[in-house]
């Protein structure tokens, strides 16, 4: 086929028509999505309408099905926009987050539950708690992992006290940009903002790049972002969303040390989560203090094969130099192997709480 303005005319056309097929199907999509609300509030007027296991398994299969040539990833992050926009329809999604805006942790709410959620910014970890308890929001996002700088203790700690489950998982990878504002003099920085976690991340490049500059930790990247447009000497460490949400420009792109530097994020709410064909399950445990007591705990995990993902240990508030153990794990509550594994966990420790099992991230 050549470049000729009859085959480009015909392409245009042939595009067209196809846009008109996807308003018509995600028209028609939209509609039911309108009467499943009517359906479900007709039979429960408090009906849950965000389904994380539902959602799940629609974009497994979309991955699946896809044949190119967009990949897979490309494709479900269009269906998850699809997917959010409908939600809406049925009842718009509150999801409260770290924030302020343009942190990563609102990027990834944004990432889990699209652009048509309600999101709304809170300044502690403990305050995206409260509000879920609250039910003044549907689901909360907050921080538990970086692959560089290890576990978010606060978030931990919150889990302790709070009957909030978890109900998702969503990983992003990390991209850390020096930035600077229109009035700052580049060869004069001799101070950069950012978060601690961030600094550390980037501790090598600044070392190389900018040793003398005082490196000031803040709350959060997106309020270093905002630091800097009032200081001609100053930098900040950010990303994307708080470089365009601050009008910041990009000196260094991609600063971090690790290239496959990356948070995990947990999705809490209420609700308690079905099982989707692929999930994972956290849970509390504090044990009694004597010895063998950390082989007692993980004994029936190997025994019955279930794969450990994550183990780690926080003092217990009840007692001087005892600890309690955060455990991910593959599986989900309701399958028969799992529910018997807890419940030996169960006789062998002083306290066992379930934070929750939901779908292993899709995105």
């Not at 007709?42 to 190119?68: C, H, T, W």
């Not at 609250?134 to 970086?146: D, F, I, M, R």
Request: hydrophobic share 40%.
């Amino acid at each position: 086929m050549t470049d000729s303005p009859n085959n480009l005319d015909t392409l245009r056309q042939r595009i067209d028509e196809i846009d008109n097929d996807i308003l018509r199907l995600i028209s028609a999509r939209a509609e039911c999505a309108k009467q499943v609300a009517e359906v479900k509030t007709k039979s429960d007027k408090g009906a849950v309408f965000y389904r994380p296991e539902r959602e799940a398994q629609v974009l497994r299969r979309i991955m699946e099905l896809n044949q190119g040539p967009l990949n897979s990833e490309e494709m479900a992050r269009l269906f998850r926009e699809i997917m959010s926009a409908c939600l809406a329809l049925e009842q718009p999604t509150k999801v409260a987050y770290l924030g302020p805006e343009g942190t990563f942790t609102q990027q990834a709410a944004l990432k889990h539950f699209g652009a048509s959620a309600v999101s709304m910014p809170m300044a502690a970890i403990d305050e995206v708690f409260r509000e879920v308890e609250a039910g003044a929001v549907n689901y909360g996002v907050v921080p538990v992992e970086n692959s560089t700088e290890g576990v978010v203790s606060h978030t931990l700690d919150s889990f302790m006290d709070s009957s909030i489950h978890i109900c998702g998982e969503v990983v992003l990878r990390i991209h850390h940009h020096l930035l600077v504002a229109d009035t700052t003099l580049r060869d004069k920085v001799s101070r950069v903002y950012s978060h601690p976690q961030s600094l550390a991340q980037c501790r090598k490049w600044l070392d190389a790049h900018y040793p003398r500059a005082e490196r000031v930790p803040v709350s959060s990247n997106a309020e270093a972002a905002k630091m800097i447009k009032g200081e001609w000497h100053s930098a900040a460490i950010a990303g994307d969303m708080a470089a365009k949400l601050y009008g910041l420009e990009k000196v260094a792109e991609k600063i971090e040390d690790r290239p496959d530097n990356s948070t995990r994020f947990l999705i809490i709410g209420s609700q308690h989560v079905p099982m989707s064909g692929e999930d994972k399950t956290s849970i509390v445990v504090a044990m009694r203090n004597q010895p063998g007591a950390l082989h007692d705990l993980l004994e029936p995990f190997h025994r019955h094969s279930i794969d450990l993902t994550r183990l780690e240990t926080r003092p217990s508030r009840t007692g001087v130099w005892n600890y309690v153990f955060f455990i991910d794990f593959k599986g989900h509550v309701d399958e028969p192997r799992v529910a018997a594994v807890l419940e030996e966990v169960r006789l062998r420790a002083s306290e066992l709480k379930v934070l929750g099992s939901y779908p292993v991230g899709v995105l």
